[in-house]
């Protein structure tokens, strides 16, 4: 790992401990960069704003890959459902509470609530660039992109706790694959 990528994920551990401990919106971020030993300057070389340090999404590239990989006959909600499937399925056990801890901590953040929609629009981007890709109309690849990645944002904040779970659900990669799991096949038609 290089230096820049060892303080790419200082700074994001230090800002979920302090996000986890004060909250998003009582976090600044020259108290993150002061947590993770570095200059604030630095922490905006390596993230654009603060709502970066929860919202910047690595799995976007990799999911439009596997869209892209899928059989060029099958629905394009089939499609996605299944690439985004195989993208999280090879997310390792001891990422899987750091992945429901930011999610939390973005539902309970009140200053987030626009952000999250920008980032969703990125990935709904994503999945459109690798759906036309594989020959399908610019529409019905927004609908699905946009009906998949708006039902996995449902499936996520539940599991996490921040959308009004009503079931109960084992934390860990076996209920993030289970939630996972029942989503996709919702979306996909499964």
């Known amino acids: ?81 299944e690439g985004i499937r195989a993208v999280w399925r090879q997310l390792p056990e001891d990422q899987v509470e750091s992945v429901r801890e930011r999610v939390r901590i973005i539902a309970d953040a009140k200053g987030l609530h626009g952000a999250i929609e920008r980032n969703s629009r990125a990935t709904v981007e994503a999945l459109v660039g690798a759906l036309c890709e594989r020959g399908t109309a610019r529409t019905e690849a927004r609908v699905a992109a946009s009906a998949v990645v708006a039902g996995l944002s449902v499936a996520l904040l539940d599991w996490a706790g921040g959308g009004g779970k009503t079931e109960a659900v084992a934390p860990g990669a076996a209920g993030l694959r289970d939630v996972l799991d029942r989503a996709l096949d919702a979306l996909g038609g499964r």
Not at 19 to 29: H, I, K, L, V
Not at 48 to 67: G, H, I, N, Y
């Open 1 to 81: 790992m290089s230096r820049y990528d060892r303080t790419h994920e200082t700074l994001r551990s230090a800002a979920l401990e302090l996000f986890a401990a004060r909250g998003y919106d009582a976090t600044t971020t020259a108290a993150v960069a002061e947590r993770a030993g570095v200059s604030e300057m630095t922490l905006f070389r390596h993230f654009a704003s603060k709502e970066a340090l929860l919202l910047e999404d690595a799995f976007d590239p990799a999911v439009a890959a596997a869209v892209r990989a899928r059989p060029p006959q099958e629905h394009p909600m089939r499609a996605a459902a």
